[in-house]
């Protein structure tokens, strides 16, 4: 099996514990053949969640969770491991805040299994942060260029 695959079901599993109900979203953090950080989409410490008060949705999104991708660099900064130069595993294409948001802190690249694409996000991002969809297939990567 290769790692994209056991990278992905891990971030499969993470999803399970959002409590959003708009979307289930799971990320995993890799570096060196090493999970460093994991999450999942869900409220802030000490906000109400999505059971409890329902989802916010402005624009068509959620707006009460925070995002999985953040909340897997969020356990990498509690643990102080350095993210630069690490993969990101999410379950769904991230959005444009969190993409410039990875792109600042030097992360080498993105891979996602479901397309969610963010209108917001310029083409060129895709080129300054290597973005690859995984086939649920094959578990191939093919680049995104958006
Ligand atoms: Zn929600
Ligand atoms: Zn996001």
């Known amino acids: 099996m290769n790692n994209d695959k056991a ?6 599993l993470m999803a399970e514990h ?3 109900k708009r979307a289930h979203v799971g990320a995993v953090i890799a570096v060196d053949n090493k999970i460093i950080g994991m999450g999942y989409n869900d409220s802030p410490e000490n906000f109400p969640t999505c059971e409890e008060d329902g989802c916010m949705i402005i624009d068509g999104h959620c707006q009460r969770t925070e995002h999985g991708e953040l909340s ?18 999410v379950t769904h294409q991230p959005c444009f805040y969190c993409t410039k948001f990875m792109l600042g802190l030097g992360l080498k690249e993105v891979v996602f299994l479901n397309r969610y694409p963010d209108e917001r996000t310029p083409k060129a991002f895709y080129m300054m942060l290597p973005t690859y969809e995984l086939s649920k297939l094959t578990s191939e990567r093919k680049r995104y260029l958006g």
């Open 18 to 20: 959002s409590r959003c």
């Open 7 to 12: 990278y992905m079901d891990c971030a499969i």
């Open 72 to 89: 897997a660099l969020k356990e990498c900064l509690r643990k102080q491991k350095d993210v630069k130069g690490a993969t990101v595993y």
